[in-house]
């Protein structure tokens, strides 16, 4: 017997911002009601990875009476480009998508991302709904409303925010995701176990096999009590003018390795290793226990995720973390954990706090783990 889905709402500052995260089973029939009923022509945005589950949303749809059309853009971080936007711009127009008419997202978080931020665009904004395939598209990128691609200069540089129109959660997609992937993800439920949910840490701490098992009941409550955190968070503060920025724990030096690595790493094992970073900053600055701040790392190497990285590229990776969206001006700005779920903001305005804490995370050049495809 399927069991029955959870339904977590987020809510925004007016009631348009308003939506649901279904989680469960087998939730495709609910695409229509989801889209609402004035949408005509349907956009489905995939990855060339995913083309079988692109075309049977788009079939589902056509079903329904409505135009759907696929469009297919590069795997990954090679979809948050701004020509993979054009092509999708381009998609629209020559298919004459109004106002009325709808993105359905389906993949990764690297889709979400991207066709999140085409919906934003596309005649200053129209209706998108993400179907996450992947468990970090589940648990965060779909959630929320960021929506970004990458330039030269940095990751997610240009984007704006846009929530869904409501989220998709399929576990069943869990089934054909990769084992490295699953893990990669895991690194994003483990940051909200920290800022918010320690029960979290206790669930993936007491059951290492049931975590790697995407069809496991330990998979899916870390699945909704991840987006429960993510939920009550941007339900509070959409636009980060606040406390979304503790959503953030991690990614300052996360984002900075993605660059440096030239996105060759996965957003999750990059995040892993800013996880640690950020609890050893804490430590540093005599924010964060010991204990706190050593389960960090136990946690996030239990699942063979990454802890360090090398230590030849510091001055690539400080002037990345410049670029970062919680800089302001010259000031370096990081999340860090004052306690267990208790996080708050560090202003850095002397880097050699940074490199202390570096330190503590440095190996050789050919020391990093490599969790990429
Ligand atoms: N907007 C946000 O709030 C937010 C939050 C977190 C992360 N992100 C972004 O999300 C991206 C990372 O997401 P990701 O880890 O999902 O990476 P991804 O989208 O690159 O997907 C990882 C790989 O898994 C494959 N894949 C996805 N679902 C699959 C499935 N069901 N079966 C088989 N293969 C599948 C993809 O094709 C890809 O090769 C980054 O770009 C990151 O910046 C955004
Ligand atoms: O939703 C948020 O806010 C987050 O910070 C979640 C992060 O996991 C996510 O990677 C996000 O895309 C990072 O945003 P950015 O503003 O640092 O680009
Ligand atoms: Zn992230």
Redesign the pocket.
Known sequence: MPSEPTIIPVTGSNPAENYDVVVGNGLLGRLPDMLGERVRRVLVIHPRALRTTGDTVRDELAATGLTAVTAEIPDAEEGKHIQVASFCWQVLGQNDFTRSDAIVAVGG?AVT?VAGFVAATWLRGIKVVHIPTSLLGMV??A??G?T?INTAEG???V?AFHPPAGVLADLDALATLPKNELLSGMA?VI?CGFIADPAILDLVEANPEAVADGASDVVRELVERSIGV?AE??SSDLR?SGR??F??YG?TL??SIELAERYQWR?GAA?SVGLVFAAELGRTVGRLDDATADRHKEILSSLGLPVTYRKDRWSALLDGMRR???SRGDLLRFVVLDGLAKPSMLEVPDTSLLFAAYQEIASEPQGGIRLSL
Do not use: F, P
């Open positions: 978080g991302d965060d990128a959630v929320g960021k970004a990751k997610n540089l984007g994003e940051k993510k968070i941007v980060e979304r920025e959503l953030n990614h996360g984002h957003h995040v970062d969206k919680k």
